[in-house]
């Protein structure tokens, strides 16, 4: 009987190791599963492009083919495009794209704050804020080209104003749902209301704007090619509407490809950059 | 001079109304008349939602009262004074900041210089047994710790005035009891008037001097009890001690009554 009760156990301790091994493997394998999966869909989805456009079932010159969008990038790489280096092109669109978005970012951070904190002058400014915010603003576009040019002038201002409303909104959302307790909590402890501001206002609307930042840099993106592509005389925007303008389905495709990658590597860039500043934060389930 | 032989707190004739969101008045405090002598430790016991968070309020100067008069030290309380601390029910400890600069927040707010906040900061912590987690952001600790963090961060700014509000309600009971020790050794030091604030009459006859029971909402002072037993205390042995229960038995005589009250009333609205 007893030498039994014993063994129990001690199998029981053996087996633990194996069973966390088998959960590793088992999570392992899924990882790779999942990778496989997404490789082969984007095979599958760029082969039955590519098939369907060399069999003519669609048509190739509508709807190009990756083969042929490739070619392009390729040569844009290489032999540059018809308007300059496509290095140059990108730095344009991205630098108006920047300094849109952190123009954009730092009104509507500063506007949110002020008008979170300040009621007054959310009352007053309510109603016109809302009315400015239901112009689909893209229509400025054309607006800002004929008010500065052809320059990155009119593209960093069609960039600011898409740029400056959501971060707004957030800042002033995250401004008025600060934690009545810290608040409260900072005026005990003897803050001047310049240091509620400072010290917990802000820090605890910070990752209500993080929010905004990541949709924003998008909508800066959108400005500057928007306003690239209704006049300009250097950008991806101008490479598109150029493109479009020579029947090169292929080029505006590959133009998008770029935008893509240049869109993606700038999210990576902001999320190392909040991971940073948000040390404090519990890490949430995802990360 | 006056200020030197006033009590602590006074509180005349106070009430604090509010407006409901549906435009209608809620009175929660009503004509409350109650003092705090200085260095005396006063629990306040009440039904819940009686109002008993509200006379906390407006002794630190968060709230103005709607009519009567809140004195400090003799003087007519106007705004947020730097004579008081506040103890929250909820974890106010700001998370983004460490646990050091956590316990720094006060004194740098009042224009300390760093060097010396840190010093004082450190003081505390140590005193609250926190040294080895200043680096620690909230988060990371346990909600005893955090309310340690509280408790550091409010005695580094040596309030004449102590007001907390339900400040261990959120703990777990044997943590509860841990922290009421440790609140009862840091506040021998250091002479405050202490505001305690809590529903449980068991830890109300534990920590303090004087219990003050408040009637059913709107809240007012229905009968103070002073509790004479010896100190130093140990909330654990103290709460078997047959005065302890002598005493237990006739302050509940009062407070059952308002509970009575009050859950009636809220049976009543149900209903």
Redesign the interface.
């Known amino acids: 009987m007893s030498p039994e009760v014993l063994s129990t156990p001690v199998v029981d301790t053996a087996k633990t190791p194996d069973r966390s091994q088998s959960r590793a493997r088992a999570a392992r394998k899924r990882r790779i599963v999942v990778t496989v999966a997404r490789v082969l869909l984007l095979v599958a989805v760029l082969g039955l492009w590519e098939v369907l456009s060399r069999t003519k079932a669609i048509d190739p010159f509508n709807f190009s083919m990756p083969s042929k969008i490739w070619d392009q990038i390729w040569t844009w790489l290489t032999h540059g495009t018809a308007i300059g280096s496509l290095g140059e092109q990108i730095w344009y669109t991205l630098y108006e794209a920047l300094l849109g978005w952190v123009f954009g970012v730092i009104a509507g951070v500063v506007a949110g704050i002020v008008l979170g904190r300040i009621v007054f002058l959310a009352d007053v400014l309510g109603p016109y804020i809302k009315v400015l915010n239901s112009i689909p603003r893209i229509v400025l576009a054309p607006i800002f080209v004929i008010w500065f040019g052809l320059g990155p002038a009119s593209k960093v201002a069609s960039a600011v104003v898409l740029v400056f409303f959501p971060v707004f909104f957030n800042a002033f959302q995250g401004a008025r749902e600060v934690?009545r307790?810290?608040v409260?909590?900072?005026?005990?402890?003897?803050?001047?209301d310049r240091?509620v501001t400072l010290?917990?206002v802000i820090?605890?609307a910070?990752s209500w704007i993080f929010t905004s930042l990541h949709v924003s840099f998008g909508f800066a993106l959108i400005g500057a090619i928007v306003g690239e592509y209704i006049g300009a005389t250097k950008g991806v925007g101008l490479l598109i509407a150029q493109s479009q303008g020579t029947f090169n389905t292929a080029g505006v495709y590959a133009a998008m490809v770029i935008l893509a990658v240049v869109a993606l590597a700038a999210e990576g860039l902001l999320t190392f950059a909040e991971r940073r500043i948000f040390?404090?934060?519990?890490a949430s389930s995802g990360s | 001079m006056s200020a030197d032989t006033s009590p602590a707190i006074q509180l005349r004739g106070a009430s604090k109304i509010f407006k409901t969101p549906s435009g209608g008045l809620h009175t929660a405090v009503r004509e409350l008349d109650l003092t705090v002598g200085r260095g005396e430790f006063v629990a306040v016991v009440g039904p819940t939602g009686c109002g008993k968070s509200t006379t906390l309020t407006l002794v630190s100067g968060l709230e103005e009262p709607t009519e009567g008069d809140v004195l400090v030290a003799g003087e007519p309380v106007n705004g947020v004074g730097d004579k008081v601390g506040f103890v929250f029910q909820q974890d106010a400890t700001f998370p983004w900041r460490t646990v050091l600069s956590n316990v720094m927040a006060g004194p740098r707010f009042r224009g300390v210089p760093k060097a010396e906040a840190k010093e004082k900061a450190r003081e505390w912590l140590a005193r609250v047994g926190l040294s080895a987690f200043e680096d620690r952001y909230p988060h990371q600790l346990s909600g005893g710790q955090r309310k340690r963090v509280a408790l550091a961060a409010t005695f580094v700014n040596d309030p004449e005035i102590l007001l907390m509000d339900e400040p261990f309600s959120a703990l777990d009971v044997q943590t509860r009891a841990l922290m009421s020790d440790e609140l009862l050794e840091l506040w021998a030091g250091t002479g405050a008037s202490v505001v305690f604030v809590t529903h449980d009459l068991e830890e109300s006859i534990a920590l303090a001097d004087k219990v003050v029971v408040m009637t059913a909402g709107p809240a007012t002072v229905k009968q103070v009890f002073d509790i004479d037993l010896p100190r130093p205390r140990k909330v654990e042995s103290v709460r078997l001690e047959p005065r302890f229960i002598e005493i237990y038995r006739e302050i509940w005589e009062s407070l059952g009554e308002e509970v009575r009250i009050t859950r009636e009333r809220g049976a009543a609205n149900v209903a």
């Open positions: 934690d307790n810290l409260a909590n900072a005026r005990i402890l003897g803050a001047s240091r010290q917990v820090p605890s910070t040390r404090w934060k519990p």
